[in-house]
């Protein structure tokens, strides 16, 4: 008498998902991680968020983000208070074209990349434009969105497609 068990095992086409995930959870190398999000964000996960980027800082790992506010600005918060050059901020447009809440957090930023020819793009473009360029500097993504976060989830396709690691957390 044979006895068959079904094992739910992951498409063929995620193993190498699944690998590469596991490979990075026992790398003890440093990595560079951006974190997106979305610029609505509930207070509670902030204090998240922000510590989430301290720990990934004082782990010695590099961080990228944009400079909105919301997930953005909780990340510079965040890496500010540890290791201000552990910090990369791209923008999508120049310095100027920032609100003034986040241009205070931005003028302490060291490595931080301004993006002037594209102020006469809409700003989802612009961003898109931005987030493609963070995604290639990167080695993994953490995105924060709502399901609803076309910009945020068309970045982390691309980033799929690109073979980078992503993990997606959404906020509903």
Request: hydrophobic content about 45%.
């Amino acid at each position: 008498m044979s006895l068959s068990r079904s094992l739910d095992l992951p498409a063929l086409d995620r193993v190498d998902t699944l690998a590469q995930e596991l490979a990075l959870l026992q790398d003890k190398g440093k990595r560079r991680i951006a974190i997106l999000g979305s610029r609505h964000v509930p207070v509670v996960a902030i204090h998240l968020i922000e510590l989430i980027a301290r720990s990934l800082a004082q782990e010695g790992h590099s961080l990228i983000t944009s400079g909105a506010q919301g997930v953005n600005a909780a990340v510079i918060r965040g890496v500010l208070e540890v290791d201000p050059a552990r910090l990369t901020v791209l923008l999508p447009q120049s310095l100027d074209r920032q609100s003034p809440e986040i241009r205070d957090q931005l003028e302490r930023v060291l490595h931080l990349i301004e993006k002037p020819e594209h102020d006469d793009l809409p700003l989802p473009m612009a961003s898109s434009l931005c987030n493609q360029d963070i995604i290639n500097r990167c080695d993994q993504l953490i995105c924060l969105a709502f399901h609803d976060s076309e910009t945020l989830l068309n970045s982390c396709r691309s980033a799929e497609d690109m073979g980078k690691v992503v993990s997606l957390l959404f906020f509903d």
